[in-house]
């Protein structure tokens, strides 16, 4: 049974500093790519970052480069998301996903919803002015 649990939101103020955790069980993490979406009510899931099995490549949305930062330890089964600069803007359900399908030798950067084969519940994360 494949599961992705979020953990690390929570309401914080303009500015400030979170990192998101998402623990995966069930599945080849350290051959998975790894995405973080975000999705605010009424409005489609919308891309955060990604980061292939190894560490080596990722992509952000260009809005959150430079903000946010992707990274894993394959070893605790664990992505996480480092949230800097935090901006009312951010207010979200963030979601982790994985992608299996991907052979490990592709660079393919995994930007849509229906690249990744497995959600997590989400955290809330909210950013007050």
């Known amino acids: 049974q494949v599961q992705l649990v979020e953990s690390g939101g929570g309401l914080v103020q303009t500015g400030d500093s979170l990192r998101l955790s998402c623990v995966a069980s069930?599945?080849?993490?350290?051959?998975?790519?790894m995405g973080w979406f975000r999705q605010t009510p009424g409005k489609e899931r919308q891309f955060v970052g990604w980061?292939?099995?190894?560490?080596?490549?990722?992509a952000y949305a260009a809005s959150l480069k430079g903000r946010f930062t992707i990274s894993r330890d394959n070893a605790k089964n664990t992505v996480y998301l480092q949230m800097n600069s935090l901006k009312p803007e951010d207010t979200a359900v963030y979601y982790c996903a994985a992608d299996i399908r991907t052979p490990t030798w592709s660079l393919v950067q995994k930007q849509k919803v229906s690249d990744y084969d497995y959600w997590g519940q989400g955290t809330q994360v909210t950013v007050s002015s």
């Open positions: 980061m292939n099995w190894s560490g080596g490549a990722t």
């Open positions: 069930g599945l080849p993490f350290d051959r998975s790519g």
